[in-house]
Nanobody, 121 residues
Framework: QVQLVESGGGLVQAGGSLRLSCAAS????????MGWYRQAPGKQRELVAG???????YYADSVKGRFTISRDNAKNTLYLQMNSLKPGDTAVYYC???????????????WGQGTQVPVSS
């Protein structure tokens, strides 16, 4: 089966930086849209940033200018560079991808297990 595994989370001070990674594995043919979501305690999961297979990127207004999403299609890996972190960025960050694999005739949507990013003030 296709798996998405996030890494790079951890405690960081306000103003600091972190880089999250999400590696997709399995019998993957191609990956379409990929994105990062986050869920803070007591809140709904929200889109942080996304990227299409052609490289178009989009961001939530709250992270524009501070976060950068990128992908390495050869490695089936998604990244999120987070700079100038704020306590309000504290959340569990999830990777999401629309993947076409040999397991199914059509693409399927997958989620990673999440990685914690606590930002201290």
């Amino acid at each position: 089966q296709v798996q998405l595994v996030e890494s790079g989370g951890g405690l960081v001070q306000a103003g600091g930086s972190l880089r999250l990674s999400c590696a997709a594995s399995g019998r993957i043919l191609n990956i379409n849209d990929m994105g990062w979501y986050r869920q803070a305690p007591g809140k709904q999961r929200e889109l942080v940033a996304g990227t299409t297979s052609s490289g178009t990127t989009y961001y939530a207004d709250s992270v524009k200018g501070r976060f950068t999403i990128s992908r390495d299609n050869a490695k089936n890996t998604l990244y999120l560079q987070m700079n100038s972190l704020k306590p309000g960025d504290t959340a569990v960050y999830y990777c999401n991808a629309d993947v076409r694999s040999t397991y199914y005739y059509s693409s399927k949507n997958y989620w990673g297990q999440g990685t914690q990013v606590p930002v201290s003030s």
